[in-house]
């Protein structure tokens, strides 16, 4: 399968290499890192280890079978415009938050399927990525149900060796994750604190709060999922990933704009003042610094 990744940070720059032991691929991103991987290829260590080859350039090609996107939220209808000019079967959204999958099949002229993901990636330097954590990917229709396209590309993902889970529940697992990401990113990036330090401390009943006012929101909107489940799944991440660095609290200390829109910020008007108030708080640093 012809694969391109688009955005090749930590998760895109992993799961292409992984990918790429199986299928023709190629990393769209930023130099330096994609010309250090057409020099030398991609370092992948940690959980994996092995050096890849595959194709990195900071435009698409013109054809693909399959676009896999994993940039950050707020550049999704910047990724679709670009995608619009590259020949797809099909796309693949493993991002943060909600509402990726309908911006992009507003420019492609393609299916898009919804996707989740828990492999942890860290992006060390230029040409060298880090995998935290064997994780699985969860991929589907993303209204839900099954389709032969999701079917197809579950056994391209799993011939690469990449655990795969083809679901006919994404709304719900997406909803899942969303909870997970409420309840873990923006208090971590707002204490400068481990994930690990949620679940036994202080910000305990705030992250449960954050998680439990997704669930409640999910109801709203006709998606199955049961306070018990998202604090359940909630309080196992923020254990199982207890020495991980969250993706908000990365962000906020390399300076950069967060995912907060898409993660807090998609249920800050649900009657859920605990995501209202993470997201202003994390809203105000951005501004202060000339993020928004």
Not at 194 to 200: H, I, M, T
Request: net charge neutral; with cysteine.
């Amino acid at each position: 399968m012809d694969v391109v990744v688009f955005g090749a940070g930590s998760l895109g720059s992993l799961v292409g290499g992984l990918l790429a032991l199986e299928h023709r691929v190629t990393l769209v991103g930023r130099d330096p890192h994609v010309r250090r991987v057409r020099e030398a290829g991609l370092r992948m260590e940690g959980a994996v280890e092995g050096i890849v080859r595959p194709a990195a350039d900071t435009a698409p090609p013109p054809r693909a079978d399959l676009a896999v996107v994993t940039v950050k939220a707020f550049d999704t209808d910047d990724a679709g415009r670009k995608l619009a000019a590259c020949d797809l079967d099909a796309a693949l959204s493993l991002q943060n938050g909600l509402g990726n999958e309908e911006t992009l099949a507003e420019h492609l002229d393609a299916p898009v399927l919804a996707g989740a993901c828990t492999y942890g990636a860290r992006l060390l330097e230029p040409g060298r990525v880090e995998c935290t954590g064997v994780g699985e990917i969860a991929l589907g229709p993303r209204e839900g149900g099954r389709s032969a396209l999701a079917d197809r590309v579950g056994t391209a993902f799993e011939r690469a060796g990449l655990v795969t889970v083809v679901a006919d529940d994404m709304p719900r697992r997406q909803w899942e994750k969303l909870a997970v990401n409420a309840g873990i990113n923006a208090p971590t990036a707002l204490a400068r604190v481990p994930n690990g330090a949620l679940p036994d401390g202080p910000a305990r009943e705030t992250m449960r709060a954050a998680a439990r006012e997704v669930a409640r929101a999910a109801r709203r909107r006709g998606v199955d999922l049961p306070d018990e489940t998202a604090l359940a799944s909630v309080e196992r991440v923020a254990g199982d990933t207890a020495r991980n660095t969250s993706s908000m609290r990365r962000d906020v200390e390399r300076g950069r704009r967060t995912e907060v829109d898409r993660i807090n910020g998609v249920v800050a008007g649900d009657d859920a003042p605990v995501n209202a108030t993470l997201a202003a708080l994390v809203r105000a640093w951005e501004r202060e610094r000339g993020l928004r």
